[in-house]
């Protein structure tokens, strides 16, 4: 440790480490052995007039110190936490040999990795060595920091760096759970929900999605790693701790290239007024990176939201099984889902947030049923939610999925887009969805377009935002370049490989095409077609696996199992069926199916368009000729 120079050094390489985890390295270094109490980091790093919160600072310095150390709470080997005291540096330690080191170098001795032995304690002369030696560095170091004191050193204590001031885009990562108990964690990841949407609808500031940045949950990864995978300026993280009726709130902004902490703050309220606290925490943090607000975002940040504590816990509990419906596709956490919104709902019908997320919840269940069972419900619950509160952007956007895969009233789908993404700007799929409506209106490079910005609001989602538009633009090497990227990143995701088959289809990759196709049938549950393709595939080529596996769709949609008349109908093009191809689609005009819509930019339908009951069938959707 090289005080004077600001550095730690392993095997002559320099390992990154902050000001303040060095300092409170520097700190326990001055009395190697013995317990430095939080008070006294408190009064050295952060003294009574620095305005962070000194419990979340600390934790988070001492969190990155043995992050550079390579160390571990569970077994320290060089930093050992004194519960409810402060922390004791274990590991054995002594000065620089030569004279011109000895003024400003610590050196710390790692002990065997695989050693369980206890640590050997100090000598008494490496205990008195090593404070005066540090100590006449630290000379340096006030000398140095005095012509700093109106200046950058005295901004980062006090949150005011001019850093801060150039965020303009931000993460916030899922709130770590301090509660004690693993059954809060549904509880952590809704506020971390709810401090994503109230700044996403900042105009000013580009906010990830939440999809995005609850993949970085219990992350390894460095800030700066995850800031640089992000394209983010700043990162926000923090803690929930639950306590009774009463909740904790921490929330710290870090610099998210630099690792620089900016600013920190906790707060603590009744669990009644959870949301509240929840806002006042956002409308904080937006001042903090000097995000510009307008008086209708400052007067939503800081309304009062009392909630009956019964129905948000219902809320938070469906909020769970929506996001564990999202991981894997298993119905029964939807059906869970649905079940607990509607149970908000039922203890307070004025509740608005269970109603959006019960629209959420039905337009999943519009891929497993024929629309007109679902898509009505959708409506109802979103222009509910609207009635509550006309505010709110995801309630829009209900609305406009409604008219554009269902009604196909296309002026009702960019008005109810364009007001969704007024609201929230960082609405990524309001984005992705309005380049759906600009590509089915023939307005392809506009389509993308939105479509690209999706991705750079939500870049880890799955499925993900772009490769629909790079189908519809015949950008296909660049489509099958991007799926097969997204497939290495998580490869159990089918619509990647559903996507896919379309690219190999229109490249005539057809082997390609057989195995994504197989892939996407297994990951959603239907192993028997997917070893079915491939046998026929193997001893009776394409043309025939495809048909085999169309007539087999086809019992187990006349049985209820599936409801994928689109699907049907792309198969039968893809081996040269017209008439099955017209009929399926047909039907699917009949039940109006999501596929709909497409007619007039989705390749796949390129060897139709000069059928005559194809140009109907684009009339009777109502699609520009």
Request: aromatic share 8%.
């Amino acid at each position: 440790m090289d005080v004077r120079e600001g550095e730690l050094h392993k095997h002559g390489v320099r390992i990154k480490l902050q000001d303040q985890p060095f300092r409170v390295l520097q700190i326990l270094l001055e009395h190697p052995g013995g317990v430095v109490t939080r008070e006294e980091l408190q009064r050295q790093i952060w003294p009574s007039d620095t305005f962070v919160d000194f419990e979340g600072g600390l934790n988070n310095a001492v969190k990155r110190l043995r992050e550079a150390l390579s160390d571990s709470a569970e077994q320290p080997r060089y930093i050992e936490t004194v519960p409810k005291r402060g922390y004791r540096f274990i590991a054995p330690v002594q000065a620089a040999d030569s004279a011109l080191e000895a003024s400003a170098n610590a050196f710390v001795t790692p002990p065997p990795a695989a050693d369980s032995r206890e640590p050997l304690a100090p000598s008494p002369l490496e205990r008195l060595r090593v404070p005066l030696l540090v100590a006449s560095a630290a000379i340096l170091l006030v000398v140095g920091s005095l012509a700093y004191l109106n200046g950058n050193l005295r901004n980062r204590f006090t949150g005011k760096a001019a850093a801060s001031a150039r965020i303009r885009s931000i993460a916030v990562l899922p709130l770590q759970n301090l509660s004690g108990d693993p059954n809060q964690e549904y509880f952590a990841d809704g506020l971390t929900d709810a401090l994503i949407t109230d700044l996403a609808q900042i105009a000013s500031l580009n906010v990830i999605s939440r999809t995005s940045a609850m993949r970085y949950k219990n992350t390894q990864k460095s800030l700066p790693e995850i800031a640089r995978e992000l394209n983010v300026d700043g990162i926000v993280e923090g803690t929930v701790q639950r306590s009774g009726d009463r909740v904790r709130i921490t929330t710290q902004i870090v610099q998210g290239p630099t690792d620089v902490h900016i600013w920190a703050r906790s707060y603590e309220r009744d669990m009644r007024d959870v949301l509240t606290l929840e806002g006042e925490a956002a409308k904080a943090v937006a001042a903090e990176i000097q995000a510009q607000l307008t008086p209708q975002e400052k007067a939503r940040l800081a309304q009062v939201r009392p909630t009956n504590l019964e129905t948000f816990e219902a809320y938070l509990q469906g909020e769970h099984h929506l996001n564990d419906y999202g991981k894997g596709y298993n119905v029964e956490e939807l059906k869970k889902a649905a079940e607990y919104f509607q149970q908000a709902i039922n203890l307070d019908p004025s509740f608005a947030p269970a109603y959006i997320k019960l629209a959420e919840t039905l337009d999943w269940e519009n891929e497993m049923a024929p629309p007109s069972e679902v898509m009505p419900r959708e409506k109802a619950v979103a222009e509910k939610a609207l009635s509550l509160d006309p505010n709110l952007s995801d309630a829009h956007l209900a609305l406009a999925r409604v008219a554009f895969s269902y009604e196909w009233d296309w002026a009702t789908t960019e008005r109810e887009l364009r007001k969704a993404l007024e609201l929230n700007p960082s609405n990524a799929n309001a984005h992705e969805i309005l380049g759906d409506y600009l590509e089915a209106m023939g307005r392809l490079s506009e389509g993308l377009n939105e479509q690209q910005r999706a991705e750079e609001l939500d870049p880890q989602a799955d499925p993900d935002h772009l490769s629909n538009g790079f189908y519809r633009n015949r950008q296909y090497d660049r489509g099958i370049e991007w799926l097969r990227k997204q497939i290495e990143i998580n490869p159990r995701e089918g619509v990647h490989y559903a996507q896919l088959t379309g690219f190999y289809a229109e490249k005539g990759m057809q082997a390609e095409y057989i195995e994504s196709l197989a892939q996407f049938l297994t990951l959603y549950g239907l192993p028997q077609l997917a070893e079915s393709l491939r046998r026929n595939y193997a001893t009776a080529g394409y043309t025939k696996a495809l048909r085999e596996l169309c007539a087999e769709t086809e019992k187990l949609q006349a049985r209820g199992t599936l409801w994928v008349p689109g699907n049907l109908a792309d198969a039968y093009t893809r081996i040269g069926d017209k008439e099955k191809a017209i009929y399926w689609l047909q039907i699917s005009l009949q039940e109006r199916d999501g596929s709909m819509p497409y007619l007039n930019c989705d390749p796949e339908w390129d060897s139709l368009r000069s059928d005559p009951r194809f140009k109907d069938l684009v009339r009777r959707v109502g699609l520009p000729q």
